[in-house]
């Protein structure tokens, strides 16, 4: 599977964004997927995961009640949508998905992954 993450740019902070990923085949409805960043200089960390169905979804506490995420099956895309950002929100978003379900933090988890869409956000 083939994923491709866009949606990135240069916002204020209070802005919004969506993210999307879509991927490439339509088996992607049946994978686990899983939102990461990376800020310059600190490691890659969880953001958000959502289930095959969509019925389930986990957040880091840092985007909780900020961001949201979801899937459409159909279109073979999940979306991150991303409000009241915050300059610390700032870095390369990755998308990546999962065939079962495992620790959903840990990127080892992911089999595939996207190349990152860059969201700034200006104070």
């Known amino acids: 599977v083939q994923l491709q993450a866009s949606g990135g740019g240069l916002v204020q902070a209070g802005d919004s964004l969506r993210l999307s990923c879509a991927a490439s085949e339509p088996t992607f409805s049946r994978y686990f997927v899983g939102w990461f960043r990376q800020a310059p200089g600190k490691e890659r960390e969880f953001v958000s995961h959502?289930?095959?169905?969509?019925?389930?979804?986990y957040y880091a506490d840092s985007v909780k009640g900020r961001f949201t995420i979801s899937r459409d099956n159909a279109k073979n895309t999940v979306y991150l949508q991303m409000n009241s950002l915050k300059p610390e929100d700032t870095a390369v978003y990755y998308c990546?998905?999962?065939?079962?379900?495992?620790?959903?933090?840990?990127?080892?988890?992911?089999?595939?992954w996207g190349q990152g869409t860059l969201v700034t956000v200006s104070s």
């Open positions: 959502i289930t095959w169905s969509g019925g389930i979804t």
């Open positions: 990546a998905a999962a065939k079962f379900y495992r620790t959903i933090v840990s990127a080892e988890s992911y089999d595939y």
